[in-house]
C-alpha cells in the first residue's frame, strides 16, 4: 500500500508542475509588438517614410484593437484608430487625425502588419511614434512599441573609411598569423624529417665500418670452422 509520505511527495509534484504551467502559460499567450530593429530612424523633410508595426500572438486574436500615437516635446495626439477582426480579415481604419497618413497593413499570409505611411514630411514631424496593440481574447492584454522619427534637411553620407582600414589591419594580421602557424609546422615537420634520415644515415654507416675494419662485431672475426 502506497504510505502517506509517497502521496505527498506525488501531491508535491503535481503542484510544482501546475504552478509552472502557470508561470509559463502567459509567456506563451502573451502580445508581442515590434516596430523592427531600428527603434531610431532619419528621413528627408519633404518625402516620405513607412513607420513599421507588426504583432503576434499565440492565442490568436478577435477584433483586435491598434492604433498610432505621436508624442513630442509640446504636442500627444492620436493619429490612426483601427480593428482587426481576425487572422483572416485586414485591419480597418475607424479613425485618422492626418490626410498624409496611410494604413499600409495586412494579416494576410500571417504578417500581421498594421504598418503606416506618412508622407509629405515636415520637420514638425519629429518626435516619438508609438504602435499600440489589446487583444480581446488575452484579457484586453495591451502591449506597445515605439520608434524615434527625425525629419532632417538632407542624409549625412557615414565615412566608412576608417572602419574598412581597421577591418582591413585586422584581417591581414590574422592572415599573418595563420601563415606564420603553417610555416613552423612547416619547419617542424621538414626538421623532423631531416633527423631521422640523419639517424638511419649514421646507423647504416656504423655497420658498414666495422664490417670493412675487423672490429669486434664484424664478419672479419668470424673463424671458419675446424676441419677434422
Not at 502559460?25 to 519633404?46: D, H, Q, R, W, Y
Not at 500571417?110 to 520637420?123: A, C, D, P, T
Not at 612547416?186 to 666495422?210: A, H, M, P, Y
Amino acid at each position: 500500500m502506497p504510505r502517506a509520505g509517497d502521496r505527498g511527495e506525488a501531491t508535491a509534484r503535481w503542484l510544482g508542475a501546475g504552478l509552472l504551467g502557470l508561470f509559463l502559460l502567459p509567456a506563451c499567450l502573451s502580445l508581442e509588438v515590434s516596430v523592427g530593429k531600428a527603434t531610431e530612424i532619419f528621413a528627408v523633410n519633404g518625402t516620405e517614410i513607412l513607420l513599421p508595426c507588426t504583432f503576434s500572438s499565440c492565442f490568436g486574436f478577435e477584433n483586435l484593437q491598434f492604433w498610432w500615437s505621436y508624442n513630442s516635446s509640446d504636442t500627444f495626439k492620436i493619429l490612426i484608430d483601427g480593428t482587426v477582426k481576425n487572422e483572416k480579415s485586414d485591419p480597418k481604419v475607424k479613425l485618422k487625425d492626418d490626410d498624409r497618413i496611410t494604413l499600409e497593413g495586412s494579416t494576410k499570409e500571417k504578417m500581421n502588419n498594421i504598418s503606416i505611411l506618412l508622407r509629405n514630411l515636415e520637420f514638425s514631424d519629429t518626435g516619438k511614434y508609438t504602435c499600440h496593440v489589446k487583444n480581446p481574447k488575452e484579457n484586453y492584454l495591451q502591449h506597445q512599441a515605439t520608434i524615434f522619427l527625425h525629419v532632417v534637411d538632407k542624409l549625412e553620407v557615414v565615412d566608412n573609411t576608417v572602419t574598412l582600414i581597421i577591418l582591413a589591419v585586422v584581417g591581414g594580421v590574422i592572415g599573418l598569423l595563420i601563415v606564420i602557424l603553417l610555416l613552423k609546422k612547416l619547419i617542424t615537420f621538414i626538421l623532423k624529417k631531416t633527423q631521422e634520415k640523419k639517424k638511419e644515415c649514421l646507423v647504416s654507416s656504423s655497420g658498414n665500418d666495422n664490417t670493412e675494419n675487423g672490429l669486434p662485431g664484424s664478419k672479419a672475426e668470424e673463424k671458419l670452422p675446424t676441419k677434422v
